[in-house]
């Protein structure tokens, strides 16, 4: 029989813990169904995408049937936060510790910080009703291509993912070059859409949530 490593025993005690904490802390505040918007965090204020960030966060939490989360850091997050938090909705962020630290954006009702980015990330997806990816670095293009991987691959349930900014994305990625050689089939193709404004944004998610939308929304 090997030998029980103390080092791994107390990481996946470490794993448990945090798991169960974050879920813990979800439940409390009756967190069933979320959109999640995810897009750098070097993002001005300034920056047009901002603006469109707010104004969906504001939809998300006018409607009441999901949550807002982000990853709880600046730029787009902070915008998509503030318009959540703004309109009196619930305003999530599961921010993440790193060598140089990120602190979490002030328009959060409930943040949640991390130590592991693989529990951060199944929390992100658990109760993910949409993924909306403004324009982003190496972390919004690692959380949306591992949700686009689980869909297509059927490890989680069809979703609507927006990406937001048709000429950002189209220059970032050539989708259509993927599946013109082969490297994703054709129907991969459907497992996004874009989108340039908020509306067209609320457009492509409403029908993922449950119930029926308010009136005015």
Partial sequence: MSKINP???????????????????????????????????????????CAVAREFGRMVARDGRAALMTGGGPGIMAAANRGAFEAGGPSIGLNIRLPRPQQPNRYLTLGIGFR???????????????????????????????????????????????????????????????????????????LFRYADTAAEIWHAVAGALPGRAPAGV
């Fill in 116 to 190: 592991y980015f693989a529990l951060r990330k199944l929390h992100f997806l658990l109760r993910a009703r949409a993924l909306v990816a403004f324009p982003g670095g190496f972390g919004t293009f690692d959380e949306l291509f591992e949700t686009l991987t689980l869909a297509q691959t059927g490890k989680i349930r069809p979703l609507p993912v927006v990406l937001v900014g048709r000429h950002y994305w189209r220059r970032a990625v050539d989708f259509g070059f993927l599946a013109a050689s082969e490297k994703i089939r054709r129907r991969d193709l459907r």
């Fill in 7 to 49: 080092a791994l025993d107390a990481r996946a005690a470490r794993l448990a813990r945090e798991y169960l904490k974050a879920e813990s802390l979800l439940r409390a505040h009756g967190i069933k169904q979320t959109i999640l918007v995810m897009g750098s965090t070097r993002t001005s204020r300034r920056d047009p995408y």
